[in-house]
C-alpha cells in the first residue's frame, strides 16, 4: 500500500517536473509575460494589449462585406496563437501581430514610437477534442517589441478569476448593435457571473465549471462583445499585476443581454498544448 502511494507520488512530480521543463521550451518566462502598456482609456490603449492579434478571414461563401470577416486571437510565444475554433469554418492564412488601428499598416504612440504591423502566415492550425479553442502555429518565429508580447498561461502560479471578479476583453468586431465595425481594439470590461444569476439569464449553458464561464458585461456601452470578436482573449490580471489568459470568447453576438459566454482555459487543455507545441 505504502509502496504504491509512493509510486503514484513520484509519477506526478515526474510528470510535473516533465511539464515544467516543456514549459520552459516553448513559452515565455513566468516573469516576461503578460506585461503592459497601462490605459486608463475606456478604449484599448495603443501597446495596452501586444498580445492581441488580428485574424483577417475569407468566407467559404462570399459575404457581402468581405473586408469585415474577421476574428482575434492571442499570442502565447513566438510561434502559436489561440483563438477560438468556430473561426475555423473561414479560410484563414495569415494573422497580424502589434496591429492598433486596423486600417493601418504601422502602429504609433509617442510614447513607444512606430512599428509596422507584423503579418505572418499560419503554417498549421488543430483544436482539443471538445474545447472550442483553436491553436494556430506560425510559419516563423515572432520578433517581440513594444507592441508585441506574449499573455501569461493559467498555470499554479498565478492565481484564477474568481466569482465577481473583473475580466477584460478585446477585438476589432462589431461595435454595439450600429453594424459597425472597430478600427480599434475595444476594451470590454466584464465580471464572472454566479450560477444563479448565470441560470437567471437564460444561457446555452447555465452554470460555471471548469471549461466555461459565464460574464455580465455593460450593455449600454459602445464596448460590448459582438460579432467579429471571436478569439478574444479573455484576460484576468493576476495578483502579481500580469496579465492572464483566463478563456476566450467563442462566438458572441449581439443579443441585448447584458450577459456572454466564455470558453475557460482547462488544466487538461494548458497540458496537452504544452506537449503538443514545438519550439
Known amino acids: 500500500m505504502k509502496l504504491a502511494l509512493l509510486v503514484s507520488i513520484l509519477a506526478f512530480f515526474s510528470k510535473a517536473q516533465s511539464l ?14 503578460g506585461l503592459q502598456s497601462k490605459s486608463m482609456q475606456k478604449s484599448s490603449g495603443v501597446g495596452e494589449f501586444p498580445w492581441l492579434v488580428f485574424i483577417p478571414l475569407e468566407s467559404r461563401i462570399p459575404p457581402i462585406f468581405p473586408d469585415k470577416l474577421r476574428c482575434a486571437g492571442v499570442l502565447i510565444n513566438r510561434r502559436y496563437v489561440l483563438t477560438s475554433i468556430h473561426c475555423f469554418q473561414h479560410y484563414m492564412t495569415k494573422v497580424r501581430l502589434g496591429q492598433y488601428n486596423s486600417m493601418q499598416n504601422v502602429t504609433c504612440s509617442s510614447r513607444l514610437g512606430c512599428d509596422p504591423v507584423l503579418e505572418i502566415d499560419i503554417e498549421e492550425k488543430f483544436g482539443f477534442k471538445d474545447v472550442n479553442i483553436g491553436v494556430l502555429r506560425l510559419a516563423k518565429n515572432v520578433q517581440f517589441s513594444s507592441y508585441i508580447q506574449p499573455i501569461c498561461l493559467p498555470f499554479d502560479s ?9 475580466v477584460y476583453t478585446s477585438g476589432w468586431g462589431e461595435i454595439n448593435f450600429a453594424g459597425a465595425y472597430s478600427f480599434i481594439p475595444k476594451k470590454v470590461k466584464q465580471s464572472i457571473l454566479s450560477n444563479a444569476e448565470c441560470s437567471n439569464n437564460r444561457l446555452t449553458k447555465t452554470e460555471n465549471d471548469e471549461g466555461f464561464m459565464c460574464l455580465r458585461y455593460n450593455r449600454n456601452s459602445n464596448d460590448i462583445p459582438c460579432r467579429g470578436d471571436d478569439g478574444s482573449p479573455i484576460m484576468y490580471r493576476s495578483s502579481t499585476g500580469q496579465m492572464v489568459l483566463e478563456g476566450i470568447l467563442p462566438h458572441p453576438y449581439c443579443t441585448g443581454k447584458s450577459v456572454s459566454e466564455g470558453i475557460k482555459i482547462r488544466s487538461d487543455f494548458l497540458t496537452w498544448l504544452v506537449e503538443k507545441m514545438r519550439p
Open 158 to 166: 498565478f492565481s484564477r478569476a474568481q466569482l465577481g471578479e473583473t
Open 20 to 33: 515544467q521543463n516543456l514549459h520552459e521550451n516553448v513559452l515565455p518566462s513566468f516573469k516576461t509575460c
